[in-house]
């Protein structure tokens, strides 16, 4: 099993930023590929970034590209996400997800994952 456990969600006005932290643990092996996630209210699950752990290939939305930054440290096993120029389109549940394997292009298919953290919360006020 992997548990994931987010931190550093909170409240920022438009412009701000805020760092995002993902900690792994369990059997690691399975996290070759990790991802953020959120969700809007009222909205679908949206892939925002993710990456391959091993080769350090990221993936961005299109609606983030530029603004957020993926990373992984595999000395403590944690996966960031840096969110600058945040917006209130922004504001949502942030959920780390990690998986073994994903199938090429649906690396920010929240389908593509196993495993699952808790969830973050991102508000962004204008």
């Known amino acids: 099993q992997v548990q994931l456990v987010e931190s550093g969600g909170g409240s920022v006005q438009a412009g701000g930023s805020l760092r995002l932290s993902c900690k792994v643990s369990?059997?690691?092996?399975?996290?070759?590929?990790m991802g953020w996630f959120r969700r809007a209210p009222g909205k679908e699950r949206e892939g925002v970034a993710a990456?391959?752990?091993?080769?350090?290939?990221?993936f961005y939305a299109d609606s983030v590209e530029g603004r957020f930054t993926i990373s992984h440290d595999k000395a403590s096993n944690t996966l960031y996400l840096q969110m600058d120029s945040l917006g209130p389109e922004d504001t949502a549940m942030y959920y780390c997800?990690?998986?073994?394997?994903?199938?090429?292009?649906?690396?920010?298919?929240?389908?593509?994952?196993?495993?699952w953290g808790q969830g973050t919360q991102v508000t962004v006020s204008s």
């Open positions: 369990g059997y690691t092996y399975n996290t070759n590929c």
């Open positions: 997800a990690a998986t073994a394997r994903v199938s090429t292009v649906k690396e920010l298919i929240d389908t593509s994952y196993a495993y």
């Open positions: 990456m391959y752990t091993s080769s350090r290939v990221t």
